[in-house]
């Protein structure tokens, strides 16, 4: 990270510009302190000349000649001015040669240009003249470079300043830009450790009230969901490897020893059978697979219509009662009200019927299995009920989870997919799966209502 | 590419096998279906067990062949690959329908997923299944594609004593009256209007339930049975026949 880089980044040029406006504000900030310095001292010195002009103009006749030599004896540094004249304007006292032309008599302090006695050069000056009662014209006066002096060492310690201020500025322009590039530097690294592979980093974050701490978090969110989601696919993978495996290893070891042994048509045939009856498991697993897929990634929200709840309950009854009769499970339906959602028919008839094919296939003889459509707050609730042995409440997370099955029902036919695809089906549309444990099982689709 | 003209077989032994029930239905004339199909060993087993049954097999392994022979040669049915060099099953069906040829299409696919069905169907086919699948399901569905009942307008069925009033929703076996629930009576005049033909668990489903995925239960069997107690008394010669293996046909006769 070199300087160049350093020197092109937005930061340093945003540095670069808050540190000329911060110049130009010193800059128009001391200009003001100066002048308002200046004209300070101005005023001070004019009020002075004027008290001075003041006492002697108090004084009688004769005592302001005296007056003035004794002010102008005091003025050790030669920056006061003072003149009497008469009327006819000849010069009486003072080291004014002449009553300055320029000089507006009986007014305020102003600046005018004089010649000094014994000088040659022209001073700017400011004085102030008055007439007095028999006819003389008095002036005072001061020097104003001395004022001035003042204000120049002011304004040299402020300029002094501005240069080390314009450097601080500057470096820390460069400073918080470095600081930044390292941030950006630290957080390319561990993502390049990401991307490799090493999904368990995640970007370290500050105090989070700072921008760049949000990010950080928002991206760790992203990436949590991004490892439970691969964590669900790898599990997948093993999932779909046992579970496939295990009957495609029976149709071999079927076929291989039959191959060997049989010897008479009928034995062939039956180890072709058997050899059939496992790959058609593991196509129906694969099947079942890349539909639940197929569900999960769907944007089948096009196939979207109204649906009757109370059509799609009652068509389900209709369909298992004779095989929860052969089992002597009563079944029934109660769907009284109308009540409609928003969904894809196929689906949500598919979902119902696996709901109530684990029902009926999990209660034992004499047991019964209720499926009920009701109003909640806000909400309908399709609930199917049965008598069977449940979902206990450590499991109610587990069967969620691909091919499980639990122990109390491995005996029975099936391949533990059923529920993940009522999940699927029920995500899809946008509703809740709710699991409840014992006693019996009891699970529901709850759908909000959506606001129109 | 290949012409096969095979002879129907007639099994010696009598009851109820795949073999008697296309051997019956084979018997009428020689049935030229057109299979496109790019894969040569699963063409070579359809073609087979096709010729077997008394069909007469025309094969192509490539789209743009086979839509000239479906042109020329004017098939009584096509089973036609999705996945296919030259041109795609769909787009040949598609152009098929263009032209107006109304030849029943059973659509073969690897493609399983529910949109890729209804695609399918949509695109001109008029049944589809998906590989691996199995012949006597292949068959059964060539069958009923080639005998599908026409639009009709009875108001009564009639297979043997079987009787169905469409309009009353009653159904006697000529005296006996039949008591059907409305499921049973929807399911009975499916198999009346397809008499003979062998219907598999697979079509049962996905006609009379409308059910395409069905968790994994005798779903089929149940219902067949309640229906056959009904419909087949004591004393009563046997109409549905349950053909192990492969389904259920409704005939009069073993």
């Not at chain 1, 059939?276 to 929200?301: G, K, P, V």
């Not at chain 2, 006597?136 to 005998?147: H, N, T």
């Not at chain 2, 994994?216 to 053909?243: F, Q, S, W, Y």
Request: charged residues 25%.
């Amino acid at each position: 990270m070199h300087q160049a880089e350093i020197i092109r980044s937005n930061t340093f040029r945003w540095a670069l510009a808050v540190a000329g406006v911060f110049a130009v504000f010193v800059v128009v900030l001391f200009g003001f302190i100066y002048w308002q310095t200046d004209q300070y001292l101005i005023a001070r010195s004019d009020r002075m000349i004027a008290s001075q002009l003041d006492v002697i103009a108090a004084l009688p006749g004769e005592r302001r000649l005296d007056a003035i030599s004794e002010h102008l004896k005091q003025d050790s540094r030669g920056v006061q001015y003072a003149g009497l004249f008469g009327a006819d304007g000849h010069k009486m006292a003072g080291n004014l040669e002449q009553l300055p032309p320029q000089l507006n008599i009986n007014e305020s302090v102003q600046s005018i240009s004089v010649v000094r006695t014994l000088s040659r050069d022209a001073r700017v000056i400011r004085a102030i003249g008055r007439r007095m009662p028999n006819g003389d014209t008095l002036v005072i006066g001061r020097e104003v470079d001395e004022a001035r002096e003042i204000s120049h060492v002011v304004g040299q310690a402020l300029a002094l300043g501005l240069l080390p201020a314009l450097c601080l500025c500057l470096l820390a322009g460069a400073w918080l830009s470095l600081r930044a590039q390292k941030r950006v530097e630290e957080v390319n690294q561990r993502v390049q450790r990401i991307i490799a592979g090493n999904l368990r980093e995640r970007l370290p974050h500050g105090n989070a009230d700072e921008p760049f701490s949000k990010l950080a978090a928002i991206v760790n969110g992203m990436l949590d969901e991004m490892e439970t989601m691969i964590g669900a696919l790898a599990g997948v993978g093993n999932d779909i490897a046992h579970d496939l495996r295990t009957p495609l290893t029976r149709a071999r070891l079927a076929l291989e020893r039959g191959r060997t042994n049989a010897t008479t048509l009928e034995q062939l045939q039956a180890v072709v059978d058997k050899a059939i009856a496992n790959i058609d498991q593991s196509l129906a697993i694969i099947t079942a697979l890349l539909r639940l897929a197929e569900i999960e990634n769907s944007r089948r929200s096009a196939a979207f219509g109204t649906v009757s709840w109370q059509e799609i309950l009652r068509e389900v009854c209709d369909i298992y009662e004779p095989i929860a009769e052969n089992k002597k499970v009563d079944l029934r339906v109660e769907a009284k009200h109308r009540l409609d959602v928003r969904g894809d028919r196929d689906l949500l008839f598919e979902a119902v019927a696996n709901l109530v094919d684990n029902a009926v296939k999990f209660t034992p003889e004499g047991g019964k299995v209720a499926i009920e459509l009701l109003r909640g707050d806000g909400q309908t609730i399709v609930r199917v009920t049965d008598t069977g042995c449940g979902i206990g409440e450590q499991e109610r997370e587990a069967v969620l989870r691909r091919f499980y099955r639990s122990d109390k029902i491995r005996s029975t036919p099936g391949v533990g997919l059923g529920l993940n695809l009522v999940a699927a089906i029920v995500k899809l549309h946008g509703f809740r799966l709710a699991i409840h444990s014992g006693p019996g099982g009891r699970l529901e689709i709850i759908c909000p209502d959506k606001q129109a | 590419m290949a012409v096969v003209s095979g002879k129907r077989t007639v099994l010696e032994t009598p009851g109820s096998s795949p073999a008697d029930v296309f051997a019956a239905a084979g018997d009428q004339l020689m049935i030229k279906v057109l299979l496109i199909e790019d894969d040569r060993e699963t063409a070579e087993e359809i073609t087979a067990e096709l010729a077997d049954r008394g069909f007469e097999v025309e094969w192509s392994a490539d789209g743009i062949e086979g839509l000239d022979k479906a042109r020329t040669l004017r098939p009584d049915a096509m089973i036609v690959d999705r996945l296919l060099p030259g041109m795609d099953g769909l787009t040949v069906i598609e152009a098929l329908r263009k032209d107006q040829v109304r030849t029943p299409v059973l659509v073969l696919s690897a493609l399983g997923a529910v949109d890729d069905r209804v695609r399918g169907l949509r695109m001109g086919g008029d049944d589809y299944l998906t590989k691996p699948f199995a012949l006597v399901e292949l068959v059964a569905r060539i069958e009923a594609l080639l005998r599908r009942p026409a639009e009709s307008r009875e108001t009564t069925l009639q297979v043997g004593p079987l009787e169905l009033d469409l309009i009353e929703r009653t159904a006697r076996r000529g005296d006996r009256r039949i008591d059907l629930l409305p499921r049973e009576f929807r399911l009975l005049e499916y198999m009346m209007q397809r008499s003979d033909q062998l219907l598999t668990r697979a079509m049962l489903l996905e006609e009379v339930w409308n059910y395409k995925f069905v968790p994994a239960t005798n779903l089929v069997d149940v219902h067949m049975g309640r229906l056959r107690h009904k419909v087949d008394g004591p004393g009563e010669a046997p109409m549905i026949h349950n053909v192990r293996g492969a389904g259920f046909i409704l005939r009069t006769g073993p």
